[in-house]
């Protein structure tokens, strides 16, 4: 058995780490968007209030706050799937093919995501109003929103959206270039020559086959105290005496003492 120690170190390509550089400046760019979220969202809900104040549209007055649990739910989510594709890119540095699938699908998930916030800000923006009754129009409630919030917010808010699109986009397809494929594919055991003097067991015999006989001379192995010793069958052929010499009668040989009769005359 090979030692995983002896295993063949892989080497990382360069791909490989430039695809986790980008997805941590991903996540990076998301906390900052989480950031510049939570710095304006109270001046977008007053401005979303002013603009359905006096309006007979229905839950006039619940807009903002339904506006503002939408804004920072969603930066919540998309920081935590960032976080989530940070770890990913730890275990895409150690070679783990599981987490580079993973990754794919989670990161298509979020270019689906940033990519809709870039193309609603490109659009305009708010994309509300006109709900019903004497509501405010679209154009209306974003001329509100861009005076209430910082010259700063919405230029970048669009380079944090943009940035962290392409260097998403860009790590997913590092990660699926063919290059990278070696490098996620288990390694194969290296062979190593047995040492020499060393020792090895030998392999067990096999039931049912007949064990080699004893070389002479040499002394045999006891048997243990502990285990029985196998009975001896019971069906043992009897013995018979040897045959007797043939002879043509029963009469004892003449050279015998006292093996002749006594004369009658």
Excluded: H
């Excluded at 030692?3 to 791909?15: E, G, H």
């Excluded at 020792?199 to 048997?223: F, R, V």
């Amino acid at each position: 058995m090979v030692d995983s120690q002896s295993l063949p170190a892989r080497q990382r390509p360069s791909i490989v780490s430039i695809s986790s550089y980008l997805l941590f400046l991903f996540l990076a760019c998301q906390v900052l968007t989480l950031i510049v979220t939570l710095s304006t969202i109270g001046a977008t809900r007053d401005a979303i209030r002013e603009a359905y104040a006096g309006s007979n549209v229905d839950g006039a007055e619940q807009v903002g706050d339904v506006f503002l649990a939408i804004g920072v739910g969603s930066s919540i989510l998309l920081l935590l799937l960032a976080i989530v594709l940070g770890v990913l890119a730890l275990f895409n540095n150690q070679g783990r093919n599981g987490a580079r699938i993973t990754t794919w699908i989670i990161g298509g998930i979020m270019v689906c995501c940033v990519g809709g916030g870039l193309l609603s800000n490109a659009a305009g923006g708010f994309t509300g109003g006109e709900t019903g009754g004497d509501g405010p129009s679209a154009e209306e409630i974003q001329r509100r929103l861009e005076e209430a919030l910082p010259s700063w917010a919405t230029p970048v808010s669009l380079v944090l959206g943009v940035v962290s699109l392409i260097a998403l986009v860009t790590a997913l397809i590092l990660l699926a270039l063919p290059k990278a494929n070696p490098f996620f594919r288990k390694a194969a055991p290296a062979w190593e020559p047995p040492a020499p003097g060393a020792s090895y067991p030998g392999a067990p015999q096999a039931p049912g086959q007949p064990g080699y006989p004893q070389a002479p001379g040499q002394p045999g192995y006891p048997q243990s105290s502990g285990e029985p010793g196998y009975p001896q069958s019971s069906s043992a052929e009897p013995s018979y005496p040897p045959p007797a010499a043939d002879r043509p009668d029963d009469t004892p040989p003449a050279d015998r003492p006292g093996s002749t009769p006594p004369s009658t005359s």
